[in-house]
């Protein structure tokens, strides 16, 4: 039996395709590769996973339904999705709309499609996101709090992705986990990232851009404690009852709000260099604090991150400095 793992090319996608090839399991990985970043970066993650003879890698967008499903016979073992393949960025949606309902919503509406059409099927572990917490104030965020206000189309495509995965699940009983992912970072990261980008214009000698004057909070999560939760929770399918949908939600977080200026802080000294700030007022559809509150994934699965930031930036300079030779 294999897994199917879209967005296999991106951030999150690679390191947990490496985790599952590294324990022996055989990867069906899918991505478009566009260019919303660098993709000499997806390239060379990609390079790293070809490495292991249970990869196969398709080029694919998985909002092309004839070629996602035309998958499905190329792979009749496919037995698990993990679906990280999105548009991601809240900013880059107030320029590019269309991007995120193509992606976000037919692409995510195609993997569920295939999911019912794959025999025996286990389990869907799909991407959503914090950001469906629109501008709550309210602290941690939990899941049950209310998540029908959101303050960006990328937030609403992410609930909307949330709200198509529980009719599924209600409808054709299959099991399903979405994942709220709280401002994921580490080695192999995301260049749009604001740690990345901030990292890239002090070695650079550039200002960095601190929205919001700085007064922001982040639950910053480093990607090893990510990937742990991604397995956990692809290894514990919900079980059908019979009654309510197999299908659940979790917070994935670090549970700590970390100040950004301490986080550009430890930067810094991560660099060596200190950095020229350039403070800006909030931009649209951000918001100014995120924190998890992840007691039911701790309690389902175990899940219990152990990477604080003070150990996680220096590892993302080390992998930012060999990987741009610098």
């Keep these: 039996m294999s897994v199917l793992v879209t967005g296999a090319a991106g951030f999150i996608g690679f390191h947990v395709c490496r985790r599952l090839l590294e324990r022996g399991e055989e990867v069906i990985g899918v991505d478009q590769i566009n260019d919303y970043y660098d993709p000499a970066l997806k390239h060379a993650r990609l390079d790293l ?98 998540v029908d206000h959101p303050v960006s189309l990328y937030a609403a495509t992410k609930k909307a992705g949330e709200l198509m995965a529980h009719a599924y699940s209600h409808l054709y009983r299959i099991p399903m986990t979405g994942l709220r992912f709280f401002t994921v970072y580490g080695p192999w990261g995301r260049p749009d990232m604001a740690y990345f980008s901030f990292a890239k214009d002090i070695v650079e000698g550039r200002p960095i851009r601190v929205f ?72 649209p559809g951000d918001v100014k604090e995120t924190y998890a509150d992840i007691s039911a994934i701790r309690r389902d699965i175990g899940f219990q991150p152990s990477i604080p930031i003070d150990v996680g930036i220096p590892r993302f300079v080390d992998w930012f400095r060999s990987f741009y030779k610098l």
């Design 49 to 146: 996973l070809r490495g292991f003879d249970g990869f196969r890698f398709h080029r694919l967008d998985i909002a092309d339904r004839e070629a996602m499903f035309a998958l499905l016979d190329a792979h009749p073992g496919l037995s698990s999705i993990i679906s990280l393949a999105a548009q991601a960025g809240v900013r880059y949606s107030l320029v590019n709309p269309f991007a995120y309902s193509r992606s976000n919503i037919e692409g995510h509406l195609v993997v569920l499609e295939m999911c019912r059409r794959i025999k025996e099927f286990r389990h869907l572990v799909y991407a959503s996101s914090s950001s469906v917490y629109g501008a709550n104030t309210k602290l941690p965020f939990a899941m049950e709090d209310r």
């Design 212 to 283: 919001n004057n700085g007064d922001m909070r982040r639950d910053f999560t480093y990607i090893d404690d990510i990937v742990d939760g991604v397995i956990g929770c692809l290894d514990h399918p919900p079980r059908d009852d019979g009654g309510t949908p197999p299908q659940r939600v979790y917070n994935i977080g670090n549970n700590q709000a970390e100040p950004l200026m301490r986080f550009i802080g430890v930067l810094e000294s991560a660099l060596g260099r200190k950095a020229e700030l350039r403070f800006e007022p909030m931009q």
